[in-house]
Nanobody
Framework: QVQLVESGGGLVQPGGSLRLSCAASGIMLRSYNVVWYRQTPGTQREMVSIIYSSNTTFHSESVKGRFTISRDDAKNVVYLQMNSLKPEDTAVYSC????????WGQGTQVTVSS
């Protein structure tokens, strides 16, 4: 059974940092393209960052220079390091693995507020 489990969300002040984790069981993330999405109520889901199986990364313009996506193959985890957080980064963040199958995690809440 495949599972993706996100963790690391929470409440942080503007300018702060968080590191989200997407841990997989049942699949090897290095064989998948893994995408971090975020969504707030009433809005469309937004693609934040992607790491391809080739290890190439891409970040949306809204987070470029502040967020970094990476993968630890030994731990089978994809990380999203989020720095210089802004209130508009507040959302539920979910990871999605796309390859031989398509899998979603349950999401983790990130709240940026003073």
């Amino acid at each position: 059974q495949v599972q993706l489990v996100e963790s690391g969300g929470g409440l942080v002040q503007p300018g702060g940092s968080l590191r989200l984790s997407c841990a997989a069981s049942g699949i090897m993330l290095r064989s998948y393209n893994v995408v971090w999405y975020r969504q707030t109520p009433g809005t469309q889901r937004e693609m934040v960052s992607i790491i391809y199986s080739s290890n190439t990364t891409f970040h949306s313009e809204s987070v470029k220079g502040r967020f970094t996506i990476s993968r630890d193959d030994a731990k089978n985890v994809v990380y999203l390091q989020m720095n210089s957080l802004k209130p508009e980064d507040t959302a539920v963040y979910s990871c999605h693995a796309n390859g031989r199958g398509r899998y979603w995690g349950q999401g983790t809440q990130v709240t940026v507020s003073s």
